[in-house]
Nanobody, 120 residues
Framework: QVQLVESGGGLVQPGGSLRLSCAASGSIFSIVAMGWYRQAPGKQREFVASKNSGGATNYADSVKGRFTISRDNAKNTVYLQMNSLKPEDTAVYYC??????????????WGQGTQVTVSS
């Protein structure tokens, strides 16, 4: 069984910063990639950023230059540093990980979500 536990959400003013963390634990053989998605009220869940085991990163156009994803492979943890936050960044942020729980079995796992609210 695999768990992803997020932390770091909250209320911040426009232009402010927040750092999200997500730690994966449980039956993990190897991690292919870790990343973040978000879902605003009334909207579909959308991709935000990801980083694979080779170190390659990918960002949504809407966050490029403002958000930075990083990983601590030893701790199976992914971070999302969010700067210059805008009201339109308000959403529930979900951690995602594609990983192998055994040598031959992989799946996508999700965290429970953490609320980020950008408002004055």
């Amino acid at each position: 069984q695999v768990q992803l536990v997020e932390s770091g959400g909250g209320l911040v003013q426009p232009g402010g910063s927040l750092r999200l963390s997500c730690a994966a634990s449980g039956s993990i053989f190897s991690i292919v990639a870790m990343g973040w998605y978000r879902q605003a009220p009334g909207k579909q869940r959308e991709f935000v950023a990801s980083k694979n085991s080779g170190g390659a990163t990918n960002y949504a156009d809407s966050v490029k230059g403002r958000f930075t994803i990083s990983r601590d492979n030893a701790k199976n943890t992914v971070y999302l540093q969010m700067n210059s936050l805008k009201p339109e960044d308000t959403a529930v942020y979900y951690c995602n990980s594609r990983l192998y729980s055994s040598r031959s079995s992989w799946d996508d796992y999700w965290g429970q979500g953490t609320q980020v609210t950008v408002s004055s």
